[in-house]
């Protein structure tokens, strides 16, 4: 089974990256998952370029989720044309994220974490604030 997800306009990025909190994200969440991305093909539309991202599920922190999560993000790199949008990550085939997989709807900006080492990142903000920077540290407060 897999999950359809579409980011589909910055200004509703920008609009939800003030939810940047852990009770906010988990609360708007089916599911919680770390995994690996898997594919990431960009297209041009009109103007824009957007890529297609498939994510592998590794673990699954909190809920249910598919083996394989799909979603578009506005950007990525096309014919040596790179486009890149603030907030946004780009991710290449590899790279290991944690997602907050929405109950309906686009995908959330500040729900897209890249992992180093263990370490959350998040193209939203450069401070976590209070939200938890490690992995281990997000599975001990997140609630099933």
Do not use: N
């Amino acid at each position: 089974m897999t999950a359809l997800l579409l980011a589909t306009s910055l200004a509703l990025g920008a609009a939800q990256s003030k939810d940047f909190d852990l009770t906010s994200l988990d609360e708007a969440s089916a599911a919680v998952v770390q995994g690996v991305v898997v594919d990431a093909t960009t297209r041009q539309v009109g103007d824009d370029l957007r890529t297609a991202y498939t994510v592998a599920t590794e673990e699954k922190l909190r809920g249910d989720s598919p083996g394989l999560i799909h979603f578009e993000l506005p950007g990525g790199t096309l014919d040596g044309r790179t486009q890149r949008f603030s907030g946004v990550p780009t991710w290449t085939a590899g790279t290991e994220v944690v997602l907050f997989v929405p109950w309906e709807g686009p995908m959330r900006f500040s729900g897209l974490f890249t992992v180093d080492e263990g370490a959350l990142h998040s193209d939203v903000t450069e401070s976590m604030g209070s939200f938890p920077s490690y992995i281990e540290d997000l599975q001990e407060a997140l609630v099933d």
